[in-house]
């Protein structure tokens, strides 16, 4: 099966478990279909670039998911309906890195260089 990257934006009035809840549908509806759910990330509560429906910040979350195209297409559907959800992007990638994305490092590279 191919390879996603899925990253959602969700309100920033809502809660972390509201959030968990949103990626639970997901996970729920891409394992319903023979798919499957690698890593799930959730990046908290940040500053947007600018303003998207009247929302300064957002809760990012980043899953990999491993599912056919049609499974994509029915969680596209299926994220637009929800209205907590401001904005998500799925990628498709050859492979996964099975290292934490570069929004989890905690560690400035600035401070590891001379």
Do not use: C
Not at 3 to 21: G, K, P
Not at 46 to 55: C, D, F, G
Request: zero cysteines.
């Amino acid at each position: 099966m191919p390879l996603y990257e899925h990253v959602y934006l969700a309100r920033q009035d809502i809660t972390t478990q509201q959030v968990e809840s949103i990626t639970q549908t997901i996970e729920e509806l891409v394992k319903k279909d023979g798919g499957s759910i690698d890593k799930v990330e959730y990046w908290g509560l940040r500053q947007l670039a600018y303003k998207i429906k009247k929302n300064r910040k957002a809760h990012y979350t980043l899953m990999n998911i491993n599912a056919s195209s049609d499974t994509l297409k029915e969680l596209d559907r299926q994220i637009s309906l929800n209205e907590n959800v401001l904005r998500h992007l799925t990628v498709k990638v050859d492979k996964f890195e099975e290292a934490p994305s570069i929004m989890m490092n905690s560690k400035s590279t600035d401070s590891n260089e001379d």
